[in-house]
């Protein structure tokens, strides 16, 4: 247990549906990230915060994601009229220095 | 964002060294090495870096080669819990503390009993 906690772990949704994911960091961590995992691929960067402030957004992001981290504790990812091709592990990450703490994800699946 | 260049897949036996290769020719001088590797069903976890000398912890050591073109991730004695995808990691040290992890496809490492 890394201390990064992320609920739900699993979620299953209709293609069309909206999801959201949640994201609590170590609680010191200022900066949060969140990546993307499809299976046999190593995680993709989504987009990451220091503090509130989202610094940098994937340009793979598309319109349809949208994340969130008010004052600077937990975050949120929402995907919006999710699509099949959205499958995949989300996982966050939390840091301080160099070195990112992963939770244990988030694995949706759409149908 | 600079690449590395894993082979994807390695064996070793439990209580033997393991050396992990990793290539990357176009490492610039403020590029760290960073090495994480990923266990079955959980979420990346952080070994080691570096940036010019050799360096040890708990968990490995990394060699660095002179030119910085090429780093190794070895595991003194392998075990059954080391069995994992262990990604090589370019990052630069001009973003200071933060910055996106840049993941490949990883090395592929099983330890056989």
């Known amino acids: 247990d890394t201390g990064v906690s992320q609920d739900p772990r699993h979620k299953i949704t209709k293609r069309g549906q909206n999801v959201t994911f949640r994201c609590d960091p170590i609680?010191?961590?200022?900066?949060l990230y969140w990546y993307r995992q499809t299976l046999g691929q190593g995680p993709e960067f989504l987009t990451y915060f220091q503090n509130e402030a989202q610094l940098e957004k994937s340009r793979l992001l598309s319109d349809r994601f949208s994340a969130e981290r008010p004052k600077g504790s937990f975050s949120t990812l929402e995907i919006q009229r999710t699509e099949q091709g959205d499958s995949a592990m989300y996982l966050c990450?939390?840091?301080?220095?160099?070195?990112?703490?992963f939770g244990p994800g988030t694995r949706l699946t759409v149908t | 964002d600079a690449k590395t260049t894993q082979p994807n897949s390695m064996e070793s036996n439990e209580e033997e060294p393991v050396h992990l290769p990793c290539n990357h020719s176009?490492?610039?001088?403020?590029?760290?090495i960073h090495w994480y590797r990923q266990l079955p069903s959980q979420g990346p976890e952080y070994v080691i870096h570096?940036?010019?000398s050799n360096v040890n912890n708990r968990m490995a050591s990394l060699a660095i080669a002179e030119d910085r073109k090429s780093s190794t991730l070895i595991l003194h004695r392998a075990t059954l819990r080391d069995a994992a995808v262990y990604y090589c990691i370019l990052r630069d040290g001009m973003e200071n503390q933060g910055g996106k992890l840049i993941f490949g496809q990883g090395t592929e490492l099983s330890v056989k009993p």
């Open positions: 609680s010191e961590h200022n900066r």
């Open positions: 176009t490492i610039s001088g403020t590029d760290y």
């Open positions: 570096g940036l010019t």
């Open positions: 990450a939390s840091s301080l220095m160099y070195e990112q703490y």
